[in-house]
């Protein structure tokens, strides 16, 4: 296999254009089209079709293109590697706002604070994130696991539990812990339908034969928790969250724990960094729970 034609097809499946592509490799578009189309028919396999006026890979153009950028990923480390004694090497984490905000911060801090590669962080939703590293995009990748994909290996990093959030003055702000019962009548703060958050809330709510009305709809905890700080409504949101003076966090037992996992692509060699970093990460897991 020619892996010069990997890498130059990764580079287009970054594009997905000929033009655009064959700048970043500095050669012609012809030539360019030549390398992809023999390669294609080296594999045996199509490796994009086109779809309209856009063109997308194909199942097989995606596991190329993840290949492709192992080896430039591996290629730029060894050559950093050699030059700068591994200081030079690419480590990519993908993780939601939340996790970044309250759950990860201390290990990139500390990760920051050393020669050990160059980090670049993608916010993303669990989804994403997943793909992110799945694709080759990340090499490490943290969300909220039930199940662990096919093609990922994780490990837990920490289990966080669910509180409500209101103002130290309402009636449920003393409570040790909250029912799922108290909540009757309630005017809460909620993501969009459809979100991961809104969908368990409900279900359970709707199990435990509670009513309850949506003060507002949004996306993300500080800006729930924002919305209670000026009176809009309450809110159920992660126990990591930190909250700021005058609202209280009350625990909330019937609601599952989210087990946070750290994970990586089945099979995947991590580099020194991307070891150093996982390590960061599982020694600062449970940060959040020192208040």
Same mark, same amino acid.
């Given at each position: !296999?020619?892996?010069?034609?990997?890498?130059?097809?990764?580079?287009?499946?970054?594009?997905?254009?000929?033009? +655009?592509? %064959?700048?970043?490799?500095?050669? =012609?578009?012809? #030539?360019?089209?030549?390398?992809?189309?023999?390669? *294609?028919?080296?594999?045996?396999?199509?490796?994009?079709?086109?779809?309209? *006026?856009?063109?997308?890979?194909?199942?097989?153009?995606?596991?190329? #293109?993840?290949?492709?950028?192992?080896?430039?990923?591996?290629?730029?480390?060894?050559?950093?590697?050699?030059?700068?004694?591994?200081?030079?090497?690419?480590?990519? @984490? +993908?993780?939601?706002?939340?996790?970044?905000?309250?759950?990860?911060?201390?290990?990139?801090?500390?990760?920051?604070? *050393?020669?050990?590669?160059?980090?670049?962080?993608?916010?993303?939703?669990?989804?994403?994130?997943?793909?992110?590293?799945? *694709? &080759?995009?990340?090499?490490? &990748?943290? +969300?909220?696991?039930?199940?662990? /994909?096919?093609?990922?290996?994780?490990?837990? @990093?920490?289990?966080?539990?669910?509180?409500?959030?209101? /103002?130290?003055?309402?009636?449920?702000?003393?409570?040790?812990?909250?029912?799922?019962?108290?909540?009757?009548?309630?005017?809460?703060?909620?993501?969009?339908?459809?979100?991961?958050?809104?969908?368990?809330?409900?279900? !359970?709510?709707? =199990?435990?034969?509670? =009513?309850?009305?949506?003060?507002?709809?949004?996306? &993300?905890?500080?800006? !729930?928790?924002?919305?209670?700080?000026?009176?809009?409504?309450? =809110?159920?949101?992660?126990?990591?969250?930190?909250?700021?003076?005058?609202?209280? &966090?009350? /625990?909330?037992?019937?609601?599952?724990?989210?087990?946070?996992?750290?994970?990586?692509?089945?099979? #995947?060699?991590?580099?020194?960094?991307?070891? +150093?970093? %996982?390590?960061?990460?599982?020694?600062?897991?449970?940060?959040?729970?020192?208040?």
């Amino acid at each position: !296999m020619n892996l010069d034609a990997v890498v130059a097809f990764a580079v287009f499946a970054e594009h997905l254009n000929f033009s +655009a592509a %064959a700048r970043a490799l500095h050669i =012609s578009q012809p #030539a360019l089209h030549v390398k992809i189309r023999k390669l *294609s028919e080296r594999l045996q396999r199509p490796l994009y079709q086109r779809v309209g *006026s856009a063109l997308i890979l194909t199942r097989h153009g995606e596991q190329v #293109a993840r290949f492709g950028r192992e080896i430039q990923d591996q290629s730029a480390a060894l050559a950093e590697g050699l030059r700068q004694d591994q200081s030079g090497q690419r480590i990519a @984490l +993908a993780a939601g706002h939340g996790a970044f905000l309250y759950l990860l911060g201390p290990a990139i801090e500390q990760f920051l604070c *050393s020669p050990i590669g160059q980090l670049q962080l993608h916010t993303a939703d669990r989804l994403q994130s997943i793909e992110l590293v799945l *694709s &080759g995009h990340a090499q490490l &990748g943290v +969300a909220p696991l039930e199940d662990i /994909p096919e093609g990922l290996s994780a490990m837990p @990093l920490t289990d966080v539990g669910q509180m409500l959030v209101v /103002p130290g003055s309402h009636r449920l702000a003393r409570r040790r812990q909250i029912k799922l019962s108290d909540l009757q009548g309630a005017p809460l703060v909620v993501p969009p339908q459809g979100r991961p958050h809104r969908m368990l809330l409900g279900r !359970m709510l709707q =199990s435990a034969g509670v =009513s309850w009305s949506t003060a507002v709809e949004t996306d &993300g905890w500080e800006l !729930m928790i924002h919305f209670v700080q000026i009176g809009v409504g309450i =809110s159920v949101v992660n126990a990591c969250c930190r909250l700021p003076a005058g609202l209280v &966090g009350v /625990p909330i037992p019937a609601l599952p724990r989210l087990r946070y996992q750290l994970f990586h692509r089945e099979g #995947a060699r991590m580099n020194p960094g991307t070891r +150093a970093l %996982a390590e960061l990460l599982q020694a600062n897991a449970n940060h959040w729970q020192v208040r």
